[in-house]
């Protein structure tokens, strides 16, 4: 009363025996391939994923190569005597197969089958995204060299070897031996086999997808064409399709896209709900950098037409802009059903009295930043206050937002809502009152004008230079390979704005030996490419003869590369001398003029450094 799979596998029979015996007694037809179909069956397939201690996991590697997703699918949830299912109680190796058969693409695993956000247009899924097995190395070679062995296993066990040898002790001493050699390389390549398992890590994705090919189209594209950074925007890992089959004869295949994007570790929205109730203050550092990744998608020449709370999420250490596929240029028409935190000027006859408010709609406007400021100031609302800002409360008798109270928002109705705000931080107070104000050309025209606010000045209490400050954090450069995997994004990242033609200054000092003694003069640093970061330090000398080194770093090419300039003065004679260091890398080169003391008086002293890109930092003395 066994089954012949048991007896076969105890006797450690070769893999190939193993995998007939399971076919002949399989719970499905792996032959239909358009719809499961059921059969009557012995639990042979259970017994191999829970009593094979991973000896025979080859074999479910072949049959689960011959199935489809959904077949897969139905065979994790079969049911042994017991009532346990396939996927739990197997052995570590046959469960990782079964789940990268589970996997969309081998490579996809959703944390829940239900969509997250469903439309007729696309499906959001949340998930992880794995190594595909033919790209994760040390599996393919465990697998190659487990095929390797499973040929050999066959060659030496053959069916006809064991018609004529029912008795596995009747095979010759030779053949025994090279069994035992077999079998401990088998255990060898299982126990590396559930280290690399061990070693797996994924990381977090958004699903998203659609049977409409120019919503993909402008997934892609959008960033391509705008030059968006994945520092600021959730970069997209791969794509996808695949076709799905209908089993009615009178509907067509379906051709679906798979877009898989890189996941957040939570959303400010998430964040904002914990800290609540942990009675926690969001830090302004942590706005601050939300504010810079509004401000990278605002300079690309992008309005996002949808900012919250619920569309900037936390990577790592840093914040980015979600939701960018459906993001308008600047003038294109906005859609009225795209967006949560419409501000008033899109609110079309609010002041018409209307009892069932009929009347009141959302209206299209051309796309401008402050259209985003405006969510980006109920934001700030909502960050400062701790709780949501009232006109965009659903109430418990009312289905939708009040659209009326948002057209009729004024001065007045402006002031009243910051009073609370007002006694605790005056500073917090205007800020919000120039980012909610209803005429929108009375708004911050743009999200650097707002970083440029007092407001960002009062993190953790420290009164900093708020224009030097933001400036580097507005050029800082960051490069890195793109780890996208289509075509289509096979691009280099811009990473910077390109913004308008400006001088970005800052003043630090320098010693100039003076009839004997040292005095101070000013040295004033002008660039005209505002993307370059600077960054200067001073020594000074502790005696006349003394040298005084400033560096500065430049950004080139992703790295940081140290150029100095040290000015030696020598008493008393009073002359001025430049040295010039240059640090060893391929990039540019740097000539310095020099115009010496004439009678005793300092004149203009030059130092121009060209960069790689053409790019000119003029340093005057």
Request: net charge neutral; aromatic share 8%; charged share 30%.
């Amino acid at each position: 009363n066994m089954l012949p799979i048991k007896i076969a596998m105890q006797y450690r029979r070769s893999h190939r025996l193993v995998y007939h015996l399971l076919l002949r007694d399989f719970p499905i037809d792996i032959g239909e391939r358009t719809k499961t179909h059921y059969l009557s069956h012995h639990q042979s397939w259970n017994y191999v994923l829970s009593e094979s201690d991973d000896q025979y996991y080859p074999v479910v590697v072949k049959i689960l190569e011959q199935c489809t997703q959904p077949q897969v699918v139905d065979l994790s949830k079969v049911k042994d005597a017991f009532g346990n299912i396939a996927v739990e109680a197997a052995t570590p190796i046959c469960r990782q197969e079964l789940r990268i058969g589970l996997r969309l693409f081998k490579s996809i695993e959703l944390s829940d089958p239900k969509p997250a956000y469903s439309s007729p247009s696309s499906q959001i899924y949340y998930g992880m995204k794995y190594e595909s097995p033919g790209k994760n190395r040390s599996l393919k070679q465990i697998d190659e060299t487990s095929a390797l062995f499973d040929a050999r296993i066959n060659e030496t066990l053959s069916l006809e070897y064991m018609a004529s040898n029912d008795d596995f002790t009747t095979a010759t001493g030779a053949t025994k031996s090279q069994n035992i050699k077999l079998r401990k390389w088998l255990q060898k390549i299982i126990e590396e086999k559930k280290r690399a398992i061990e070693r797996e890590k994924g990381i977090q994705i958004v699903v998203k997808i659609t049977p409409r090919k120019h919503i993909m189209e402008r997934e892609l594209m959008i960033r391509k064409k705008h030059n968006i950074s994945r520092y600021y925007v959730p970069s997209i890992l791969s794509v996808h399709h695949a076709i799905q089959y209908h089993t009615q004869d009178d509907e067509t295949d379906q051709l679906n896209y798979c877009i898989a994007i890189e996941g957040a570790d939570t959303t400010l929205e998430n964040l904002l709900i914990d800290m609540s109730e942990n009675k926690e203050r969001f830090p302004l550092k942590e706005l601050k950098k939300a504010a810079m990744a509004l401000l990278h998608v605002h300079e690309h020449g992008l309005i996002h037409g949808d900012f919250g709370s619920h569309n900037i999420g936390k990577f790592h250490n840093r914040w980015k802009i979600l939701g960018i596929g459906g993001a308008f240029t600047k003038g294109q028409a906005t859609d009225p059903n795209r967006g949560y935190y419409h501000p008033p000027e899109s609110i079309s006859n609010a002041f018409k009295r209307s009892l069932l408010n009929k009347k009141v709609s959302i209206i299209s406007l051309p796309a401008d930043t402050t259209y985003d400021v405006w969510a980006f100031g109920v934001m700030t609302y909502e960050i400062i206050t701790g709780g949501p800002f009232f006109l965009y409360i659903k109430h418990e008798h009312k289905k939708k937002i009040d659209l009326r109270q948002i057209g009729k928002w004024s001065i007045k109705s402006l002031k009243k809502a910051l009073e609370d705000v007002r006694k605790k931080n005056n500073i917090a107070a205007d800020f919000m009152f120039h980012a909610l104000h209803p005429d929108p050309k009375k708004r911050f025209a743009s999200m650097r004008e707002a970083l440029l606010h007092p407001f960002f000045d009062l993190d953790n209490n420290a009164h900093i230079n708020a224009k030097s400050e933001v400036s580097q954090m507005l050029n800082q450069v960051e490069t890195d390979e793109d780890d996208c995997s289509h075509p289509l994004l096979d691009d280099k990242d811009h990473l910077t704005s390109r913004m308008s033609q400006e001088k970005l200054c800052s003043g630090v000092q320098r010693d100039e030996v003076k009839g004997g003694r040292l005095v101070k003069c000013q040295m004033e640093v002008q660039t005209k490419y505002p993307t370059q970061q600077l960054r200067t330090t001073q020594k000074t000398p502790d005696h006349q003869d003394g040298d005084m080194k400033i560096q500065r770093d430049e950004e080139e090419e992703g790295r940081l590369v140290e150029c100095q300039m040290e000015v030696q003065v020598k008493c008393p004679t009073q002359q001025l001398r430049t040295i010039q260091k240059t640090p060893d890398h391929q990039d540019g080169d740097m000539k310095i003029q020099r115009d010496e003391e004439e009678e005793g008086r300092l004149v203009e002293c030059q130092m121009e450094v060209q960069l790689k890109r053409h790019q000119t930092i003029k340093m005057m003395i």
